[in-house]
């Protein structure tokens, strides 16, 4: 089992921005690893994915305004995302998310993911 701790959600105002924070054990960063989010009504829908070698992949609602990075130390993982330009449309509960090992072939923007945080609330209001 992969314990994944989210922080970082709040409460902003449009225009503003929020980083979101993840720690994960170190022994996730061989795998896909994500930011996923749900809006109330809808279906839980990826935002932001980290491949192997750094690349990265955005919704389209996300590309240009938020960033997927990630840091590690000694025995923790860290992943990111920062997000500017916040619009109520991004409110949501997000979350962090493990999947595969990159290396096992998998496509990290289409696979499932089988690892989950709990989720921090994002409210944006106008």
């Known amino acids: 089992q992969i314990r994944l701790l989210e922080s970082g959600g709040g409460s902003v105002q449009a225009g503003g921005s929020l980083r979101l924070s993840c720690a994960a054990p170190?022994?996730?960063?061989?795998?896909?690893m994500g930011w996923f989010r749900q809006i109330t009504g809808k279906e839980r829908e990826r935002v932001a994915i980290l491949h192997s070698g750094g690349r990265t992949t955005y919704s389209d609602s996300a590309t240009g305004r938020f960033t997927i990075s990630k840091d590690d130390d000694k025995n923790t993982l860290y992943l990111y995302l920062q997000m500017d330009s916040l619009i109520p449309e991004d409110t949501a509960v997000y979350y962090c998310?493990?999947?595969?090992?990159?290396?096992?072939?998998?496509?990290?923007?289409?696979?499932?993911?089988?690892?989950w945080g709990q989720g921090t609330q994002v409210t944006v209001s106008s």
């Open positions: 170190r022994s996730t960063s061989s795998r896909c």
């Open positions: 998310a493990a999947g595969p090992y990159t290396w096992s072939g998998s496509d990290c923007a289409r696979t499932a993911y089988n690892y």
